[in-house]
């Protein structure tokens, strides 16, 4: 890390949560992600919606790597690596979804001087299980020496030096906020021929209100003239969909397998109440929305 990378990382900066996250989008989200990876519980919520108490933020990135719409923005803390190897940091474990992306993006293993400790083998575990889903060689593990070179400067070296990295940190500036790679915690960017959610469709319940369509900023839910798509594989299991159909159509699991595209036909029907046309996607539906709540208003 460079002389000026450094400076630029002992600035204060403040973490803070984005309009994207679901909680913001819709009343009824039921995510707590955040919440619930926090060690310092540092991230409350207020009217239903994530606050970050910046007292009680040590900046971990913990909940950065834990929300699953890449809505925490802040300053994610630097690793060390070494020889493409992530170097052992007891203090900091890394998740399991910032191990995957380290994996794509070159590192073959970690490297320690001692041993990892339960929580980093745990972690290692649990990513070369899905590593071997995959189709990717596991993480090694190294137990060695490490031996770190002084960074030493000339004065004209200092010069070139601080331009080059401001001029690149500076391309990562946002008004007001640094915007340091809350985003690069996507897999979807990284495995484009995998998904790590599955979305199962219940036919029969849905009415094609499109609610699930308007809220998923991922467009894993398309609904056409003529079919309902889903498209997996963007989708990182925030489960806003879930939470807010009507009808309770969907339910939104974590796995991790080959990209699927699915497709359902809509069908023209007519009503057996009313005689009214309407869409469905189950031959079984008889009615229309508007009689099916009257049957069950009636029935109550």
């Known amino acids: 890390m460079g002389i000026f990378s450094k400076w630029i990382e002992s600035l204060d900066y403040e ?20 919440l ?16 970050i ?5 040590m900046e971990c990135g913990k909940c950065i790597s834990a929300c699953p719409v890449q809505a925490v923005a802040g300053i994610f803390p630097k690793r ?34 001692e041993n990892v400790g339960e929580a980093w083998s745990e972690t290692i575990e649990k990513t070369n299980e899905l590593l071997k889903k995959l189709d990717m060689a596991p993480l090694s593990i190294q137990y060695k020496k490490i031996e770190r070179k002084e960074e ?33 915690l996507d897999l979807s960017k990284y495995y484009q021929d995998y998904q790590f959610a599955d979305i199962y469709l219940d036919t029969e319940k849905c009415t094609l209100c499109k ?6 900023d991922k467009n894993c839910i398309q609904i056409t003239n003529s079919h309902v798509i889903i498209s997996a594989q963007a989708c990182s ?12 159509a969907i339910s ?13 036909d809509i069908q023209m029907k007519t009503c057996q109440t009313c005689g009214q046309s309407f869409e469905a996607l189950s031959d079984s539906v008889e009615e229309c929305v508007r009689c099916t709540k009257k049957t069950l208003l009636f029935a109550q």
């Open 80 to 113: 060390e690596f070494i020889q493409q190897h992530l170097v052992v940091d007891k203090d900091r474990i890394p998740s399991v979804k910032e191990m995957l992306v380290y994996a794509r993006k070159g590192v073959k293993g970690i490297i320690s001087e």
């Open 237 to 248: 299991a925030c489960r806003l969909c879930e939470d807010i159909c009507p009808e309770k």
């Open 15 to 34: 973490y803070c949560i984005l309009t994207s996250c679901s909680r913001h989008k819709s009343p009824r989200s039921t995510c707590t992600s955040c």
């Open 152 to 184: 030493t400067y000339t004065r004209r070296e200092l010069f070139f030096s601080w331009k080059e990295e401001t001029q690149s940190l500076m391309k990562e500036m946002a008004p007001a906020k640094w915007r340091f790679n809350h985003k690069d």
């Open 36 to 51: 619930d990876i926090c060690p310092t519980e540092a991230i409350t919520l207020k009217n239903g919606i994530p606050v």
């Open 211 to 216: 609610a699930c369509q308007k809220l998923c």
């Open 53 to 57: 108490h910046q007292k009680k933020c």
């Open 252 to 264: 939104v699991s974590e796995t991790v397998r080959q990209y699927e595209e699915r497709k359902f």
